[in-house]
């Protein structure tokens, strides 16, 4: 039995790798949801369209697992506030499917992908180059990067 493991990188342009994560799968699909609301929209819709998007991506691909970059410093309190708030959106929503989660740190996201800890964005997206994976942006880098982490656990 496979078990599908949907990987995110929690922002306003949320990145995802979803996919089996069997020894020798190697098919995933990622994208970026882009979260902006828009003007004349209020702010919560924003966390209307991220629980959306995790309906759809679960009835397309049951998911069977999530696992979430857990950043523990944010430049600004907006992002925190935003990003706390679909953590929070996240972990419900798992636990109302029983579907278990876990938050990887960036540092280990990072130091698994290009072996370093420290990695930039450009790090990132150029080590999904090599890999011969077409990213949109360091959103979708970091999404399948954790993707590849999780998924090489035993």
Not at 46 to 56: A, D, E, P, W
Request: with cysteine; proline share 3%; net charge negative.
């Amino acid at each position: 039995m496979h078990r599908t493991l949907l990987a995110l990188d929690l922002g306003t342009k949320t990145g995802f790798c979803v996919g089996a994560c069997d020894q020798g799968s190697d098919h995933q699909i990622s994208d970026v949801w882009d979260l902006r609301e828009a003007r004349s929209s209020g702010a919560g819709m924003r966390f209307i369209n991220f629980r959306s998007q995790l309906n759809k991506i679960h009835a397309a691909y049951p998911i069977g697992q999530v696992a979430f970059e857990e950043v523990r410093r944010h430049l600004g309190t907006d992002a925190a506030h935003f990003y706390g708030g679909l953590r929070g959106i996240l972990m419900e929503w798992c636990e109302e499917h029983s579907i278990p989660y876990e938050g990887v740190s960036v540092q280990e996201i990072k130091k698994h992908w290009t072996g370093k800890g420290n990695a930039s964005k450009e790090m990132m997206i150029a080590e999904c180059h090599r890999r011969e994976i077409p990213v949109k942006d360091d959103n979708e880098a970091d999404a399948i990067a954790l993707f590849d982490l999780v998924a090489s656990r035993p």
